[in-house]
């Protein structure tokens, strides 16, 4: 259905404040996120490791993080995405919110120096290490249906289990949030249309997310979507839970007015 002239003169001027906002908000942003982390560097002390393991691909994850501790999630044969939801662990209607962690940073290029909100408007993950910047924070994750289209069969796929995991952790399908899926290489085209970048993944790749408070979180180590490879064979995904200090000059925590605001809300909850 074509709109209206009334109809597009009103869209020209929500446009035109949309632009006016998106404007003012990146030029608060950022100049330069830091470098993307070599694939042989960040090197975890023995002593900073607190737990390690492995997630067959297919499977999930699940767990508690303590404010402060960092997950590591690695990709040792460059062919898994790793889907990832979190929920505040003293307050479970706070959760991830993907929107809201696009929206308010003017971009959907999550990568290091990013953080990741909750809808509250508060920080769950900072992106501390990242090998590849290619993750999808707009898609989301598998399917039943998505995975019988693509493969005619059935298997695992990651909205079941996410509900395996919320059981688990005492939650329910309701309390299931959209997800942010790492080592996914999404992009959009010029049209607008999503595409699919295999080069910006690579074995031994690996992300550093940094708990900002107490969570719960539950991983799902399946097939993206968009993925081309047409059999379904996820590669295992390593984890490794460590504790390292923040820096005092933490890019995530000062890199932008956003995530400096964002933070505060946090900090300010804490204390509360």
Not at 5 to 33: D, F, H, M, S, T
Not at 43 to 60: F, K, L, Q, S
Not at 70 to 98: C, F, K, Q, Y
Not at 165 to 179: N, S, V
Request: aromatic share 8%; hydrophobic share 40%.
């Amino acid at each position: 259905m074509n709109p209206t002239e009334e109809q597009k003169a009103e869209i020209a001027v929500n446009r035109a404040a949309y632009e006016k906002l998106k404007a003012a908000g990146q030029g608060a942003a950022p100049r330069a996120l830091p470098d993307l982390t070599a694939r042989d560097g960040a090197r975890i002390p023995a002593t900073a490791i607190v737990a390690c393991e492995t997630v067959p691909g297919g499977w999930y994850w699940y767990g508690r993080l303590g404010k402060g501790e960092t997950l590591r999630m690695v990709d040792p044969e460059g062919r898994s995405s790793v889907s990832a939801i979190a929920w505040n662990a003293h307050d479970v209607s706070e959760r991830i919110n993907h929107a809201d962690t696009v929206k308010i940073q003017w971009s959907a290029a999550i990568r290091k120096g990013r953080v990741i909100l909750s809808d509250m408007g508060k920080v769950v993950f900072s992106v501390t290490e990242d090998t590849c910047g290619a993750h999808d924070a707009l898609v989301g994750g598998s399917t039943a249906a998505s995975n019988a289209r693509k493969y005619g069969g059935d298997f695992r796929n990651t909205r079941d289990n996410f509900i395996l995991a919320a059981g688990k952790l005492g939650l329910a399908r309701a309390d299931l949030p959209q997800p942010v899926t790492f080592f996914a290489p999404v992009e959009t085209d010029a049209d607008g249309g999503f595409v699919w970048n295999e080069a910006k993944r690579a074995k031994g790749d690996f992300v550093d997310l940094r708990a900002e408070m107490d969570l719960l979180v539950a991983l799902s180590n399946c097939p993206h979507p968009f993925d081309p490879e047409p059999t379904y064979a996820p590669g295992a995904i390593e984890l490794v839970r460590h504790r390292v200090p923040v820096a005092s000059d933490d890019f995530c925590r000062s890199g932008s007015a956003e995530s400096i605001r964002a933070f505060d809300n946090t900090d300010a909850a804490a204390l509360a």
